[in-house]
């Protein structure tokens, strides 16, 4: 079993930065064995792909914020981060950590784990 807690949201104005921070509680295997996603869901929007980092350290982002936003982790802490830069109205969303062991992947339905979502909220 794995649970996750994303905190780190609120509002913030056009321009700004934000870190949200995830972590992972992981009862049989432990968290460097997952491949770690970040997610998020504007109001009447589907679930879409913001940024991936594999197990390995591999990352991924989706093209609406390669340049602007960072993934890393720490397997000591057992946490998952996305360090948010230059940030637009249109990144407002609840942000979501997901977690899958074998693999990257973009599809939400693929990632089996995860948390509750934090709510990013930036103003124009």
């Known amino acids: 079993q794995v649970q996750l807690v994303e905190s780190g949201g ?3 104005q ?3 930065s ?3 921070s ?3 509680a992981a009862s049989e295997r432990t968290f460097s064995s997952y491949n770690m996603g970040w997610f998020r869901q504007a109001p009447g929007k ?3 792909f913001v940024a991936g980092i594999l197990w390995s350290g591999s ?3 989706a093209g609406s914020v390669k340049g602007r936003f960072t993934i890393s ?5 057992n946490t998952v ?3 948010m830069a230059s940030l637009k109205p249109e990144d407002t969303a609840v942000y979501y950590c997901a977690a899958r062991l074998y693999g990257s992947s973009r599809y939400p339905r693929e990632y089996p784990y995860w948390g509750q979502g934090t709510q990013v909220t930036v103003s124009s």
């Open 10 to 12: 609120g509002l913030v």
């Open 59 to 61: 990352t991924d982002y």
């Open 46 to 48: 589907e679930r879409e």
């Open 22 to 24: 995830c972590l992972c």
């Open 14 to 16: 056009a321009g700004g």
């Open 81 to 83: 981060y996305l360090q």
């Open 73 to 77: 982790r720490d397997n000591v802490k």
């Open 18 to 20: 934000l870190r949200l």
